[in-house]
């Protein structure tokens, strides 16, 4: 079982940056595979990056090239640098976590929102 907890949101302007950060609490992280998702008013949650206990990557194609998703299992957190911002980016940002052989993620975290104008 872990707690999760983003951080790092926040109003940036069109081609800015910003870096999220999902602090765990628990046991057991680096075995999980970790993921960022996020869910603008009145659309479907989306997940945008994932990586696994081995470091392996995969994005969504609305995000490849502008973020990057990292983890240091040793402060049992996981990051989302994100370059190139745009305004359809704005959304809550969701910190997500489970076991890689899961079918869906069973741990969130309460989100971090971000803001593009």
């Known amino acids: 079982h872990v707690q999760l907890v983003e951080s790092g949101g926040g109003s940036v302007q069109t081609g800015g940056s910003l870096r999220l950060s999902c602090s765990a609490i628990?046991?057991?992280?680096?075995?999980?595979?970790m993921a960022w998702f996020r869910q603008a008013p009145r659309k479907d949650r989306e997940g945008i990056a994932v990586?696994?206990?081995?470091?392996?990557?995969n994005y969504a194609d609305s995000v490849t090239g502008r973020f990057t998703i990292s983890r240091d299992d040793a402060k049992n957190a996981v990051y989302l640098q994100m370059n190139n911002l745009k305004p359809e980016d704005t959304a809550m940002y969701y910190c997500?976590?489970?076991?890689?052989?899961?079918?869906?993620?069973?741990?969130w975290g309460q989100g971090t929102q971000v803001t593009v104008s």
């Open positions: 997500a976590a489970d076991f890689c052989d899961r079918a869906d993620f069973g741990y």
């Open positions: 990586i696994d206990k081995d470091d392996r990557t």
């Open positions: 628990g046991e057991g992280f680096g075995r999980y595979c």
